[in-house]
Nanobody, 113 residues
């Protein structure tokens, strides 16, 4: 059983930065960050394989950086130049080698002046 715990959300002004963390227990493979804004579907923000191959949504390219520390089983999302449209609940996602999928409870990011 994999457990995921997110941290690092909060309120930030437009143009500001935040770093999200996701600590995982158990053996995991690809990890990713998803977000869901009010009234919208959950969408992929970025993902990273155990070997460090990354994938970004167009909205995240150039502003967000995903990384992971395999020794600590922790994934990060460094977000810069935040915009009001980045406001959402951000969810950590992890997949295992048997293709099971797990979700964290989410952390709220609010970008507002």
């Amino acid at each position: 059983q994999v457990q995921l715990v997110e941290s690092g959300g909060g309120l930030v002004q437009p143009g500001g930065s935040l770093r999200l963390s996701c600590a995982a227990s158990g053996l995991i493979s690809t990890m990713g960050w998803y977000r869901q804004a009010a009234g919208k579907q959950r969408e992929l923000v970025a993902s990273i394989t155990p070997g460090g191959i990354t994938n970004y949504a167009d909205s995240a390219k150039g502003r967000f950086t995903i990384s992971r520390d395999n020794a600590k089983n922790t994934m990060y999302l460094q977000m810069t130049s935040l915009k009001p449209e980045d406001t959402a609940t951000y969810y950590c996602n992890a997949k295992t080698s048997d293709r099971s999928e797990y979700w964290g409870h989410g952390t709220q990011v609010t970008v507002s002046s």
